[in-house]
């Protein structure tokens, strides 16, 4: 079963660029979350999608935005980058198991604006 | 507000030897789930382990096992035998409220496993 992918793994843009990054979950699961890493704040959570809704979100700007399509695949757009969203971008594909969600990350996207 | 606390940033220990990495959380849920992440410099994050709350019996998965302290709200992670692959930045994680999949996340622990 192929993992959780996500395109591309690396990206450079320049401030007051958008940027839109990809990623297709595992096959079968219809959750797909996106984390913005980065050392100083590590792990922060953006949003989540199921079955293409929105479900959560995290607290970042109107800046960054996302969407599920009908087959789980998550896009998210950042528009007029800033300095401050070089991040590597992670994504995570869910499944409940027993009442138990395992999420499983993609390799990330390694944003660097500059 | 679910908070994940992990106060070592960085710890080092000898290849065979066992270490030991701390984790508290605050949750007002009764019936959760926690859970380690590994991530190698690959960038790729890795389930190490999980453990529901509601098992006295704490996990294990060959040489990783957890030390589930539900009262002090502590989460542990033993490595035994510990390898040179074991080197990386290791998360504690557990579920947000409120039926979403959303994972809270401590800062890490960055792990060197020394020849």
């Known amino acids: 079963k192929a993992g959780v992918t996500q395109t591309p793994r690396y990206l450079i843009k320049t401030r007051g660029q958008q940027v839109t990054l990809s990623c297709s979950p595992i096959?079968?699961?219809?959750?797909v979350s996106w984390y913005q890493q980065t050392p100083g704040q590590g792990l922060q959570f953006l949003f989540e999608?199921?079955?293409?809704?929105?479900?959560n979100k995290g607290n970042f700007p109107g800046r960054f935005s996302g969407r599920q399509f009908s087959n789980s695949r998550s896009e998210m757009n950042v528009s007029t980058l800033e300095l401050g969203d070089s991040a590597l971008y992670l994504c995570?594909?869910?499944?409940?198991?027993?009442?138990?969600?395992?999420?499983?990350f993609g390799q990330g996207t390694r944003l660097t604006v500059v | 507000a679910q908070t994940v606390t992990q106060s070592q940033p960085e710890m080092s220990v000898q290849e065979a030897e066992t270490v030991t990495l701390s984790c508290t959380y605050d949750?007002?849920?009764?019936?959760?789930?926690l859970f380690w992440y590994k991530q190698p410099p690959s960038r790729q994050m890795i389930l190490v382990i999980r453990?529901?709350?509601?098992?006295?019996q704490n996990a294990t998965e060959n040489r990783f096992s957890v030390n589930f302290q539900k009262a002090a709200k502590s989460f542990s992670l033993k490595i035994s035998d510990s390898q040179l692959g074991d080197t990386a930045m290791y998360f504690c994680?557990?579920?947000?409220?409120?039926?979403?999949?959303?994972?809270?996340f401590g800062k890490g622990t960055k792990l060197t496993v020394n020849p």
């Open positions: 995570a594909s869910s499944l409940v198991v027993g009442g138990i969600t395992e999420a499983f």
């Open positions: 999608y199921f079955s293409e809704t929105q479900r």
């Open positions: 994680a557990f579920p947000a409220q409120g039926g979403s999949e959303k994972l809270v």
């Open positions: 949750t007002s849920e009764s019936n959760y789930y």
């Open positions: 096959s079968g699961h219809r959750s």
């Open positions: 453990q529901e709350a509601y098992k006295q």
